[in-house]
T-cell receptor, first 116, second 111 residues
Framework: NAGVTQTPKFRVLKTGQSMTLLCAQD?????MYWYRQDPGMGLRLIHY???????AKGEVPDGYNVSRLKKQNFLLGLESAAPSQTSVYFC???????????????FGSGTQLSVL | GQSLEQPSEVTAVEGAIVQINCTYQ??????LSWYQQHDGGAPTFLSY????GLEETGRFSSFLSRSDSYGYLLLQELQMKDSASYFC????????????FGGGTRVLVKP
């Protein structure tokens, strides 16, 4: 039982390059999220999904796209990377909010992305 | 929108008690959560308060006052391994029921 797995763990891009971050969870969670974390700041929600085939914008969606073709996978894409997208990216998953314990988000180990 | 305020840093010695305060602004408040994050690690869930009062989980307790838009995380019997950043997070209708995180409080435990 691996929980939430993110790949890759590190990546360096040049401005204008594209890439996809992969998030996989094996807990059969309905909800999945992509956050970014910048130094000294909290986590900011980029996009999220409440189920297979559905996605929605979060707090800072510009420059990113996502897809949830399978329940267990949530992909984050950068079509044309910019230095402002240098950050640590975290994927998370949770159950639907039917119970107080569903407030618990399970996070992956993060991806350190540098855009030069 | 939603916003949260928490202190940026707290230093304490082993065995001491630390209280991390969190004030929030939102509409349609659902609850307040706390997460711990060690340097280079992933955030991990600590606690959730949906109703007023104290929730205790071992050495850690979390408190919520909905009328004051205020909560705190209490770390007791501090250990070196408690050195980490602690984030409060609020869920409310103001942000479409999505979780908004505070900027985090870095706790440094000294011997």
């Amino acid at each position: 039982n691996a929980g939430v797995t993110q790949t890759p763990k590190f990546r360096v891009l040049k401005t204008g390059q594209s890439m996809t971050l992969l998030c996989a969870q094996d807990m059969n969670h309905e909800y999945m999220y992509w956050y970014r974390q910048d130094p000294g700041m909290g986590l900011r929600l980029i996009h999220y999904s409440v189920g297979e085939g559905t996605t929605a914008k979060g707090e800072v969606p510009d420059g990113y796209n996502v897809s949830r073709l399978k329940k267990q996978n949530f992909l984050l894409g950068l079509e044309s990377a910019a230095p402002s997208q240098t950050s640590v990216y975290f994927c998370a998953s949770s159950l639907p909010r039917k119970h107080r314990l569903d407030e618990k988000l399970f996070f992956g180990s993060g991806t350190q992305l540098s855009v030069l | 929108g939603q916003s949260l305020e928490q202190p940026s840093e707290v230093t304490a010695v082993e065995g001491a008690i630390v209280q991390i305060n969190c004030t929030y602004q939102t509409s349609g408040f659902y609850g307040l959560s706390w997460y711990q994050q060690h340097d280079g690690g992933a955030p991990t869930f600590l606690s959730y308060n949906g109703l007023d009062g104290l929730e205790e989980t071992g050495r850690f307790s979390s408190f919520l006052s909905r009328s004051d838009s205020y909560g705190y995380l209490l770390l007791q019997e501090l250990q070196m391994k408690d050195s980490a950043s602690y984030f409060c997070a609020v869920r409310g209708r103001a942000a479409g029921n999505k979780l908004t995180f505070g900027g985090g409080t870095r706790v440094l435990v000294k011997p």
